[in-house]
């Protein structure tokens, strides 16, 4: 099956911009609209005489039941590689004909279930439309602001766990001028300012990021950012995982730093990537500001060209804060960072206290939620260790699905989606 990864999609990659705009469908407010027949049934009604509906590439589609592909597991146009031997449009992944309707969903993790050494705290609805959160320290408690796809703009969500979408958007992402414009879906913050991006398909893969102040509205501004793909702060600057930044001439897939400690704010090349031909990856950063960058290459191992392998690298504070006070260069490779990752399973990637969190699966189908603590380094600070891949959320159907993951504080918010609605709900470490 084709995966979500960065840099693969429906629409196919070409370079980088194609990464930015699968993410723009992967994470986004423009969400499926089922994951299986029931959600069809559900939003659209009885189908009509003769018909039934499939979930195909998360769209609902009515087919005659005569040849409709009962045949389960070998139905034209859903992946039987999700789960070998069933249809996931007909029992969405489950076995033995059992549908999702049929299975026991937990009030908060639907049929995820959560391993030894973590907890599920507070659950909310997440509200219609939003794709993105992100989580900003107010004191003791944490204010979420979201990205929605309906209209693609910012909104305030309320002070968790109070959480419901305001009407009124804080900011449009894509000014009237650049209408037309892909978001690219990823939503950031610094404790005082949010940052989300958009691309354009042309040439050179012009965009901008978005700061906006959430203390300051006023000084809200718009930053040209090439292909802006993922992003992740740290203290005093974002990183940015894109093709080009303002101020930095010419044009290379890599990690850029935009300075905000500075006036006006400043942007550098921080990162190369190890490999050449490489293109965009995730992006995040742990509770003690260990940075998590990622980039992609091309699957050779499936004959799908869209296929990717996605790669994380592990980067101390101590080697990136002085190549961004700087405006030096550094390549993603030992002793600078270390590799904790490289599969073509990963779908999104969140700080999770002092570690980082994994969703691993397909586009259509979470397989696990897994965490890495990754260790700072004592009397060599500039090296960080990486401890096992352990789980946290894991599934044996495809009944509930990850749809967001954010980091608030020590903790992690998950956004799951199944049967019973979208719902956030924390993630805690004993």
């Not at 691993?360 to 939620?369: H, L, P, Y």
């Not at 959320?393 to 993951?405: D, E, K, R």
Request: charged letters at 15%.
């Amino acid at each position: 099956m084709k995966t979500g990864t960065m840099g693969s999609g429906r629409f196919g990659r070409f370079v980088v911009v194609m990464g930015a705009l699968s993410l723009g469908l992967l994470v986004t407010g423009c969400e499926e609209e089922c994951v299986d027949q029931t959600d069809c049934a559900n939003k659209q009604g009885a189908p009509a005489e003769g018909k039934r509906y499939e979930c195909v590439d998360n769209r609902c589609v009515q087919r005659d039941i005569a040849d409709a592909g009962t045949d389960a597991g070998n139905d034209a146009g859903t992946d039987a590689g999700t789960d070998a031997g069933t249809d996931a449009g007909t029992d969405a992944g489950t076995d033995a004909g059992v549908t999702c309707a049929d299975l026991p969903h937990d009030a908060k993790l639907g049929t995820l279930q959560l391993q030894t050494g973590f907890v599920a705290a507070e659950s909310v609805t997440l509200p219609d439309g939003i794709g993105a959160v992100t989580a900003v320290r107010s004191g003791s408690d944490f204010k979420l602001y979201g990205f929605n796809g309906a209209d693609d703009s910012l909104y305030a969500l309320g002070t968790w766990p109070a959480i419901a979408s305001s009407t009124t958007p804080l900011q449009a992402i894509i000014p009237e001028a650049d209408m037309g414009a892909f978001p690219s879906g990823f939503l950031a913050n610094d404790g005082t300012r949010l940052l989300t991006g958009y691309t354009k398909g042309e040439a050179g893969f012009p965009g901008k990021v978005l700061l906006y102040d959430t203390v300051t509205p006023a000084d809200t501004r718009y930053v040209s950012a090439a292909g802006n793909f993922s992003a992740a702060a740290v203290p005093g600057a974002f990183l940015i995982n894109g093709v080009g930044i303002e101020g930095v001439t010419g044009s290379d897939t890599a990690i850029y730093a935009l300075r905000t400690d500075t006036r006006p704010f400043q942007g550098s090349k921080l990162a190369t990537f190890p490999v050449s031909g490489a293109f965009s990856g995730y992006s995040a950063v742990t509770s003690d500001n260990v940075a998590v960058l990622g980039y992609a290459t091309s699957d050779t191992s499936t004959p799908d060209p869209w296929d990717t392998l996605n790669y994380l690298t592990a980067v101390a504070p101590a080697v990136y804060s002085p190549a961004i006070t700087g405006g030096t260069a550094f390549s993603l490779t030992n002793p600078n960072a270390i590799e904790i990752y490289g599969k073509n399973d990963l779908q999104g990637v969140a700080g999770f206290g002092k570690g980082v969190a994994l969703h691993r699966g397909t586009f259509t189908a979470t397989k696990e939620v897994s965490r890495i603590e990754l260790t700072l380094g004592g009397i060599t600070p500039s090296t960080v260790t990486a401890g096992d891949l352990t789980p946290v959320l894991t599934t044996s159907n495809t009944c509930t699905n990850v749809v967001v993951m954010a980091p608030m504080g020590e903790d992690l918010l998950v956004g799951v989606k199944d049967k019973s609605g979208r719902r956030l709900v924390r993630l805690q470490q004993r």
